[in-house]
T-cell receptor, first 111, second 114 residues
Framework: GENVEQHPSTLSVQEGDSAVIKCTYSDSASNYFPWYKQELGKRPQLIID?????GEKKDQRIAVTLNKTAKHFSLHITETQPEDSAVYFCAAHSGNTPLVFGKGTRLSVIA | EPEVTQTPSHQVTQMGQEVILRCVPISNHLYFYWYRQILGQKVEFLVS????????KSEIFDDQFSVERPDGSNFTLKIRSTKLEDSAMYFC????????????FGPGTRLLVL
């Protein structure tokens, strides 16, 4: 089955700097890759997603890139703000299989 | 904006007791899911439900677990005889289409088994 690895597990950046979180997946048939942000004690919230027919997607300060050949995808947050501090989860989906999540990255943005 | 809702927000139970966690998915969604998140760990898929039947389930979803859509709005997860290791946050989610579409998560029920 699908296996998703996520790095780093923790990330600290200065406010205004960029943050990059990387995920790899094992199933070459995976075609949908969402990113969720989870603040402490709250629900995971979708922040951006990408499908396998595109290589990059951007939404304001957030972008996701996908390299199907290498089977990895990355979340990029530019101009980080303290409210970006949260745990970020990547996930991958293939066909009718369930979403498989990475272990999460705890991002701390230091003011 | 419509949201998935869950009740209760917290549940404390004794080992061996039955619990029922309740969810109200977004009204026009057709696919429903339960996930589990043990404290500090990743979100794990339990089960998906479509057209009044289970479409996928994980190894975690053993005979102690069951799901039901008792009416047109609620979606429930029952744990028949809780174990200590069932302590976790349980999230319900729903999507308009299948698992490859955006899934919207509820706020979760924190279950503590003593």
């Amino acid at each position: 089955g699908e296996n998703v690895e996520q790095h780093p597990s923790t990330l600290s950046v200065q406010e205004g700097d960029s943050a990059v979180i990387k995920c790899t997946y094992s199933d070459s048939a995976s075609n949908y890759f969402p990113w969720y942000k989870q603040e402490l004690g709250k629900r995971p919230q979708l922040i951006i997603d990408i499908r396998s027919n595109v290589g990059e997607k951007k939404d304001q300060r957030i972008a996701v890139t996908l390299n199907k050949t290498a089977k990895h995808f990355s979340l990029h947050i530019t101009e980080t703000q303290p409210e970006d501090s949260a745990v970020y989860f990547c996930a991958a989906h293939s066909g009718n299989t369930p979403l498989v999540f990475g272990k999460g990255t705890r991002l701390s943005v230091i003011a | 904006e419509p949201e998935v809702t869950q009740t209760p927000s917290h549940q404390v139970t004794q080992m061996g007791q039955e619990v029922i966690l309740r969810c109200v998915p977004i009204s026009n969604h057709l696919y429903f899911y339960w996930y589990r998140q043990i404290l500090g760990q990743k979100v794990e898929f339990l089960v998906s439900f479509y057209n009044n039947e289970i479409s996928e389930k994980s190894e975690i979803f053993d005979d102690q677990f069951s799901v039901e859509r008792p009416d047109g709005s609620n979606f429930t997860l029952k744990i028949r005889s809780t174990k200590l290791e069932d302590s976790a946050m349980y999230f319900c989610a729903s999507s308009e289409q299948g698992m490859g579409e955006t899934q919207y998560f509820g706020p979760g029920t924190r279950l503590l088994v003593l």
